[in-house]
């Protein structure tokens, strides 16, 4: 079945980058997506790529995708505490449109 | 422009009494979608509707959960005689088709709790 796995946890300092990495196994997945939480609020659409791309850049982020792993991973630059959120990987699961979340990344930046 | 709305932001019943959870999805979107999120959990997908098209239910816990659009507007999802289980944060997202290259917006959920 599909699965989408991620790292529970991710501490960095500011002014670092964070690269934040998820495992998913459809093959056929065509597009995969990053979206954020922060505490209380819904889900943020962050960014998210074609499966026929390797990278994608979008100013402080940069998604990279091995599609021959199924990995694909979020880099933050210059992390900020405006970054602190949890960040979660989803793949399009297709038969009711619906997306497959992993159980998200908690990112915690440090002063 | 607005995004998707939900309502009640937060909700708090006792168990067993029935809760009505609303989503407004943003204008002109035609698919419209349901998840629940356990706390410290990723997103469980609940149902998913289409225009006028009648939604698969196979995806709601149990019977005691229901949801209901209409035409491409409003939604709603109800959970009769809630159990404490039923807890956690229920999310709506629209998009403006269904299909992989039509990302999904999310409304920032409601939160029930069920004492």
């Known amino acids: 079945g599909e699965d989408v796995e991620q790292s529970l946890f991710l501490s960095v300092r500011e002014g670092d980058s964070s690269v934040i990495n998820c495992t998913y196994t459809d093959s056929s997945s065509t597009y995969l997506y990053w979206y954020k939480q922060e505490p209380g609020a819904g889900l943020q659409l962050l960014t998210y790529i074609f499966s026929n791309m390797d990278m994608k850049q979008d100013q402080r982020l940069t998604v990279l995708l091995n599609k021959k792993d199924k990995h694909l991973s979020l880099r933050i630059a210059d992390t900020q505490t405006g970054d602190s959120a949890i960040y979660f990987c989803?793949?399009?699961?297709?038969?009711?449109?619906?997306?497959?979340f992993g159980k998200g990344t908690k990112l915690s930046v440090k002063p | 422009g607005a995004g998707v709305s939900q309502s009640p932001s937060n909700k708090v019943t006792e168990k067993g009494k029935d809760v009505e959870l609303r989503c407004d999805p943003i204008?002109?979107?035609?698919?419209l979608y349901w998840y629940r999120q356990r706390l410290g959990q990723g997103l469980e997908f609940l149902i998913y509707?289409?225009?006028?098209?009648?939604?698969?239910k196979s995806g709601l816990p149990s019977d005691r959960f229901s949801a209901e659009r209409t035409g491409e507007s409003v939604s709603t999802l109800t959970i009769q005689r809630t159990q404490q289980e039923d807890s956690a944060v229920y999310l709506c997202?629209?998009?403006?088709?269904?299909?992989?290259?039509?990302?999904?917006?999310f409304g920032d959920g409601t939160r029930l709790s069920i004492l």
């Open positions: 989803a793949e399009y699961g297709g038969s009711q449109g619906n997306l497959i």
């Open positions: 997202a629209s998009s403006t088709s269904p299909g992989s290259n039509q990302p999904q917006h």
């Open positions: 204008s002109g979107h035609t698919a």
């Open positions: 509707f289409q225009g006028n098209s009648a939604p698969d």
